[in-house]
Antibody, heavy 124, light 107 residues
Framework: EVQLVESGGGLVQPGRSLRLSCAAS????????MHWVRQAPGKGLEWVSG????????GYAGSVRGRFTISRDNAKSSLYLQMNSLRAEDTAFYYC?????????????????WGQGTLVIVSS | DIQMTQSPSSLSASVGDRVTITCRAS??????LDWYQQKPGKAPKRLIY???SLQSGVPSRFSGSGSGTEFTLTISSLQPEDFATYYC?????????FGQGTKVEIK
């Protein structure tokens, strides 16, 4: 069974940094692309970032490009999201999601299995 | 980016009703569309992939149709556990984009 467990969320002041982690199990981690998707409280879903199986094809939403960095450690079956220069509008639940494939082509990136999410609150 | 427009944004229905939700893409996306269900406090769960294929374990009262720019999710006979918010997701073009959601409430 695919399991994705996010951690690292919490309350952080505007302008500060936070690093999210996602521990994956139940599948061959280095065979799949991975994503981060977020949801502000009471709002809809927004794709944030994706990475292919090898880590050499990466993409970001315009709202986070230049501030967030996605990475993965295939040896540890883990996905990360380094979030810098955080803003109030980054407040959201952050979900880790597996792609349907290796994610070699960003034009067909498609998350399917999702974790339960971790809440990030950016406030002074 | 491809814009996905869902309608309605919310609806009230009774148990046993047939419910239809529509998702329109700002440009053609073939059948590269999935439907998700999200209950309060839970992660989204995929119901339909490739516009019309039922995810394993999902009840057959859920069905999807469409291709190109217009898609529908139908619940043939609404059950108590189906009251939730539904989202469409296009994965034809980068970046993947979601519809704004349709909240299905009890009448």
């Amino acid at each position: 069974e695919v399991q994705l467990v996010e951690s690292g969320g919490g309350l952080v002041q505007p302008g500060r940094s936070l690093r999210l982690s996602c521990a994956a199990s139940g599948f061959i981690f280095d065979a799949y692309g991975m994503h981060w998707v977020r949801q502000a409280p009471g709002k809809g879903l927004e794709w944030v970032s994706g990475i292919n199986r090898n880590g050499d094809n990466i993409g970001y939403a315009g709202s986070v490009r230049g501030r967030f960095t996605i990475s993965r450690d295939n040896a540890k079956s883990s996905l990360y999201l380094q979030m810098n220069s955080l803003r109030a509008e980054d407040t959201a639940f952050y979900y880790c999601a597996r792609d349907v494939s290796g994610g070699q082509y960003s034009s067909s990136w498609c998350p399917d299995h999702w974790g339960q999410g971790t809440l990030v609150i950016v406030s002074s | 980016d491809i814009q996905m427009t869902q309608s309605p944004s919310s609806l009230s229905a009774s148990v046993g009703d047939r419910v239809t939700i529509t998702c329109r893409a700002s440009q053609g996306i073939r059948n590269d569309l999935d439907w998700y269900q999200q209950k309060p406090g839970k992660a989204p769960k995929r119901l339909i992939y490739a516009a019309s294929s039922l995810q394993s374990g999902v009840p057959s009262r859920f069905s999807g149709s469409g291709s190109g720019t217009e898609f529908t999710l139908t619940i043939s006979s609404l059950q108590p556990e189906d009251f939730a918010t539904y989202y469409c997701l296009q994965h034809n073009s980068y970046p993947p984009t979601f519809g704004q959601g349709t909240k299905v409430e009890i009448k």
